[in-house]
């Protein structure tokens, strides 16, 4: 009869093979806590791996025994005859400047410096102890938030170069396995701390339905790998339909080209606004089903109507398309023209400055994209303001600005941001669509080049069709 020490290593060896990325001969990085999940899976990698294997322990500085836990690490480490990295991190600091959670900023310094160990430190993969248990609670939690069909499949065995080989097997079984091989390991006392939800759902609810209910628990599980390939199809789909659909406009706004009445699967759309989200921030597990029907209403409705989602992301809804932008990154400060040289750079456009005799190819017909001025001295280019008022060339009277820009069909959800011309505090130019009398130049001026500044606006997005 075999022991849990050869069956489970033979099953753990079996299940690597049903991995498609996983390769023996990778250099494989282990994260190792300290605790009997991080401490068998090192164990058996070591037994089973056939190419390089290092160690990784992260420091979080959240409890006394902190210190404790890294010698630990470190020791099991040399034992194995294994190299060990050490970080460090302060994930109170943390947590504190970026308004998160300990357990939402542990997770991304985690993250962060993973991923810094794949891309800088020539591992091709990080082993992390993720156990069958692990998965139950991370599928009850993504239902409890609301995530749908993507949070049932709970987390992937191979991810962007990161390994879950443990998701198979449970952690009675682990110990059983370090027991056998008198492996000793940390005990983490945060993790029984029942005012954490997961703590709740692994010592409550989940040993209460595996003894009770054990019916509903084998189900669950079985869920768990009905969703895998479920959101594998959906996966497939939803790439085949990011590709022709959505394109990025620069790296804080997405658009979706997603017409009204098209009927769109639903499961594949919320995955297209999942890896949207995910653009944007560190936020893997995706929106709530709460906000993927503020989307999906959003889609059918009104145009010109916006919604705030989570991360401070907006989406809006324009002609024929979906935008889902950061409106921070769409910020910037008035700009005074006389101390400006050259060219002035936001996100979504540009403006040349072209002094006095600098720029031979002036053309005296009138351009929208361009104003010229004989002055700078008291100029400023600015963002809009309720209340701009402009008398346009073309106009017998004074326009509103927000009317101008809504006539020349700029998208409402840049209409915030657009830039303005003001001169002695009044605006004389309203960037690619007009410019106010008093600052007209009659067609057959000789002398535009010596005498007058030249600027010109150049959109790095598409600001409407009357806009030039």
């Not at 959906?234 to 804080?252: C, G, M, P, R, W």
């Not at 999906?296 to 324009?318: D, N, V, W, Y």
């Amino acid at each position: 009869m075999k022991g849990p020490e050869t069956d489970l290593l033979h099953r753990f060896q079996e299940h690597l093979r049903t991995i498609p990325e996983y390769h023996p001969h990778q250099r494989c990085l282990v994260a190792c806590s300290g605790g009997v999940d991080s401490v068998v899976l090192l164990h058996l990698l070591k037994s089973s791996h056939k190419g390089v294997v290092g160690v990784l322990h992260i420091n979080h500085n959240l409890r006394m025994a902190a210190m404790e836990d890294a010698r630990f690490v470190q020791a099991f480490a040399r034992k194995l005859g294994l190299q060990c990295e050490l970080r460090s991190v302060d994930v109170r600091t943390q947590a504190q400047q970026a308004r998160l959670s300990l357990e939402e900023a542990g997770h991304r310094m985690r993250a962060s410096i993973i991923q810094e160990y794949l891309t800088e430190h020539d591992w091709e993969v990080v082993a992390l102890g993720h156990h069958h248990d692990d998965q139950l609670e991370s599928v009850l939690l993504n239902l409890y938030h609301g995530s749908g069909i993507q949070g049932l499949s709970g987390m992937s065995a191979w991810h962007a170069g990161k390994m879950r080989p443990l998701l198979p097997f449970d952690r009675r079984i682990l110990e059983e396995y370090a027991r056998s091989h008198n492996l000793s390991w940390r005990h983490d006392q945060s993790n029984h701390d029942l005012r954490y939800r997961r703590n709740r759902l692994r010592h409550a609810l989940l040993p209460f339905l595996r003894a009770a209910h054990r019916p509903l628990f084998n189900e669950l599980s079985a869920l768990v790998n009905s969703a895998h390939k479920l959101n594998k199809l959906t996966d497939e789909t939803a790439y085949l339909f990011e590709s022709e659909h959505v394109k990025q406009i620069n790296k804080s706004k997405l658009q979706f080209d997603l017409p009204q009445g098209a009927g769109y699967f639903a499961p594949v759309l919320k995955r297209l606004f999942d890896s949207a989200l995910s653009t944007f921030s560190s936020c893997q597990q995706g929106l709530s089903t709460r906000h993927f029907e503020v989307l999906c209403e959003l889609l059918e409705g009104p145009m010109g109507k916006q919604q705030q989602l989570p991360m401070g992301i907006i989406a809006a809804r324009e002609p024929e398309i979906l935008l889902l932008y950061e409106p921070i990154a769409y910020l910037w400060s008035a700009m005074d023209l006389a101390s400006v040289n050259g060219l002035i750079d936001t996100l979504f456009f540009t403006l040349e400055h072209h002094p006095p005799g600098e720029d031979p190819a002036v053309k005296t017909s009138f351009n929208p994209a361009v104003c010229y001025l004989r002055t700078l001295s008291d100029t400023c280019l600015r963002p809009i303001r309720e209340g701009d008022k402009i008398h346009p060339i073309a106009s017998s009277s004074e326009q509103r600005v927000m009317k101008i820009l809504s006539d020349s069909k700029v998208p409402k959800s840049l209409r915030a941001y657009y830039p303005v011309l003001e001169q002695q505090g009044q605006v004389v130019w309203v960037p690619g669509i007009c410019a106010d009398r008093i600052i007209r130049i009659e067609k057959e001026r000789t002398d535009i080049v010596d005498d007058y500044h030249r600027l010109k606006i150049t959109w790095k997005e598409n600001i409407g069709p009357c806009v030039q």
